[in-house]
């Protein structure tokens, strides 16, 4: 679940839950319209980073204030975004890091829907085939490269008791 969605559902509970989740909500408007000007090029990426400084500051001070909430799932929230608040700032840090798992999650959506529709495995090895299928199919689908054939090259290589085309392409290889 996104941040987002996270400060989204704190603030549809009720106390100092409600309040904390509106300013987290509020922070997260603030991050985004930075965000949108320093990948559009109205705001250098040293300001960005200068912009983010109190932004984080406080956020982290609302999600300390939330972890001593009333609400136990916003308490447990909040403590646990407080513990891994280095890698929640890695798009400020890292230029070319987007703040939103985007592009992860539409990566991993065909697998996903390929697990609702199938209702899951029936054993340890059938979940390892398709996590190990779906792990090769998302990643050729992003190097461009066609799937059946690197599976069909895969199973001769077997066959024929030699090694398989690798899944990363070699270093030198440009996609």
Sequence with gaps: ?????????????SGDSERIGKAL????RRL????????DGTLRRSSFRVYMR???GRVEALLAEGTA????????????LLKHTEALWTFVRIEGVPPTNNAAEQIIRHGVIVRKLSHGTHSKKGSRFIERILTVHATLRLQKRNVLDFVRQACEAR?????????APH?????
Aim: proline share 7%.
């Design 1 to 13: 679940m996104s941040l987002k969605r996270q400060f989204q559902t704190i603030s549809e509970r």
């Design 25 to 28: 909500l509020e922070e997260v």
């Design 32 to 39: 985004f319209h930075f965000w949108h000007r320093t990948r």
């Design 54 to 56: 109190p932004l984080r």
């Design 69 to 80: 909430s009333s609400h136990t799932k916003t308490r447990k929230t909040c403590h646990k």
């Design 159 to 167: 066959r024929r008791r030699t090694t398989p085309s690798p899944l």
């Design 171 to 175: 270093p030198a290889v440009a996609m």
